[in-house]
């Protein structure tokens, strides 16, 4: 995992730095065409569970600047500049909503801007599906350069295959796929980044001797008061049951994992299941369906810690970014901020409440 760059004035304690935002307009192969210079401060936010993660409200831009603006076609790169020359980009950005507003004195446009993914909600071209042995990688190759994206990285770590086919009908949309197919490999959600790049990629360790982007201080970088930490885990399942079923009368296989009799909200603790159901195509063994079950279990939001503050804006945030604070370490997912030089960055941060390495126990059918 790499560090993000070091910079003298984002590091400062509590800021104490200014800066500006540009609004460049790209064309369709993302060439600089122009800039847009909106009236009001906008909001930025990131949110990791939602199908469009990046957006921007409360954009309000003149009179004057309508004319040159195609709201069907253009994209919006947003970038943070500072006072010693280094720029940071925040995001690409397509237009989503076109509200007129009519006062006494101009008509004014305000929009709201939402990531790429806004392309990936619709369905994807064709019918798309997998062969018995199909690899996932190609797969996810294949989808995006389907849907259209030239800008993307895939993780080349992924060796997983289909056990059975797998057919997704033409109402699919696309980011339900690609979801599907990250899910299968291991991966984190599909994400596009600061750069506007699709991320298909393994989630970075949570270990403490894996390297951070960001060691962060409740005494230097994060606001007085903004601090707080929260669990879930009383509403959080104790019991992932996978079924699964390849088609062409298959026999359906399920595997359900138990977590760890000894934590807090086991069924062993609390003297009941609390079960939820994951149903995937084209798992080929139970060993399979198992693997999936603990990787829910891993991976479920209700099963973690969270942590939230506000601290000074810092472009270098993405989503997924591991944060340090103090000892421990967290894994960022979600955060918004104000496009205003002295804005606030409010962040949720989150981490397993129990380890990697606690163990299930196990059922087969």
Not at 60 to 69: A, F, G, H, N, T
Not at 160 to 186: F, M, S
Not at 228 to 247: C, D, F, M, Q, R
Not at 307 to 321: A, C, G, L, N
Request: aromatic share 8%.
């Amino acid at each position: 995992m790499k560090d993000i760059p070091a910079n003298d004035l984002l590091d400062l304690r509590l800021g104490g730095f200014s800066c500006a935002f540009t609004f460049e307009l790209l064309d369709q192969g993302w060439n600089v065409i122009g800039e847009m210079h909106p009236q009001s401060g906008a909001t930025m936010a990131m949110n990791s569970t939602a199908t469009i993660q990046r957006t921007v409200r409360g954009l309000v831009l003149p009179e004057s600047e309508l004319q040159d603006i195609n709201i069907f076609s253009d994209r919006v790169l947003i970038t943070m500049r500072l006072s010693d020359g280094t720029s940071w980009p925040m995001g690409v950005f397509l237009f989503t909503t076109d509200v007129n507003k009519i006062s006494p004195t101009e008509v004014v446009l305000e929009t709201s801007l939402v990531d790429q993914g806004f392309i990936l909600n619709y369905p994807a071209p064709n019918t798309f599906g997998l062969p018995e042995g199909g690899s996932v990688g190609k797969a996810m190759e294949e989808i995006v350069e389907t849907v259209g994206f030239t800008r993307y990285n895939i993780s080349s770590t992924t060796t997983q295959v289909y056990g059975g086919p797998v057919i997704y009908q033409p109402a699919t949309p696309a980011i339900q796929i690609l979801r599907d197919l990250c899910h299968r490999a291991g991966f984190l959600p599909p994400y596009f980044d600061n750069t506007g790049t699709l991320i298909l990629r393994m989630a970075d360790s949570l270990d403490p001797d894996a390297g951070h982007r960001y060691p962060l201080s409740t005494e230097s970088r994060i606001i007085s008061n903004s601090y707080s930490i929260s669990t879930h885990l009383l509403e959080a399942p104790n019991t992932y049951k996978v079924i699964s079923s390849g088609g062409n009368d298959t026999a359906t296989i399920s595997a359900t994992a138990f977590v760890d009799p000894n934590l807090p909200h086991s069924k062993e603790n609390r003297g009941f299941r609390i079960t939820e159901i994951i149903s995937v195509q084209g798992l080929g063994s139970t060993n399979d369906c198992l693997a999936v079950a603990q990787s829910r279990a891993r991976s479920d939001p209700k099963n973690f810690t969270t942590v939230e503050f506000q601290s000074v804006i810092d472009p270098r945030h993405d989503i997924f970014d591991i944060i340090q604070l103090g000892t421990e370490t967290f894994r960022e997912m979600s955060w918004s901020t104000e496009l205003k030089s002295g804005g606030l960055m409010s962040h949720s941060l989150n981490r397993r409440t129990f380890n990697a390495n606690d163990t299930f126990e196990q059922e087969f059918q």
